[in-house]
Nanobody, 112 residues
Framework: QVQLVESGGGLVQPGGSLRLSCAAS????????MGWYRQAPGSVRELVAS???????NYVDPVKGRFTISRDNAKNTVYLQMNSLKPDDTAVYYC??????WGQGTQVTVSP
């Protein structure tokens, strides 16, 4: 049974930081491309960042220079370090494995 469990979301002030984690089980983690997506109220779910098995990363323009995706294959975990957060970053953040499996999501709210 595949499980992706996100954690680390919360309420933060503009300019603050959060680190999201996604612990995977039931998959051969090291061979999967992992991604972080987000969905704001009234919007479609969109890719934020991805990382290949070899460590190549990809970011959407609005988060470049502020967010960093990384993975620890020994821990079957992918991370999203989010710095300089803005109110527009407010969304539910989802972990994704190879465009096949999804986590349940974790809420990130950026507000004064």
């Amino acid at each position: 049974q595949v499980q992706l469990v996100e954690s680390g979301g919360g309420l933060v002030q503009p300019g603050g930081s959060l680190r999201l984690s996604c612990a995977a089980s039931g998959i051969i983690f090291r061979i999967y491309t992992m991604g972080w997506y987000r969905q704001a109220p009234g919007s479609v779910r969109e890719l934020v960042a991805s990382i290949t098995p070899g460590g190549k990363t990809n970011y959407v323009d609005p988060v470049k220079g502020r967010f960093t995706i990384s993975r620890d294959n020994a821990k079957n975990t992918v991370y999203l370090q989010m710095n300089s957060l803005k109110p527009d970053d407010t969304a539910v953040y989802y972990c994704n494995a190879n465009n096949l499996y999804w986590g349940q999501g974790t809420q990130v709210t950026v507000s004064p």
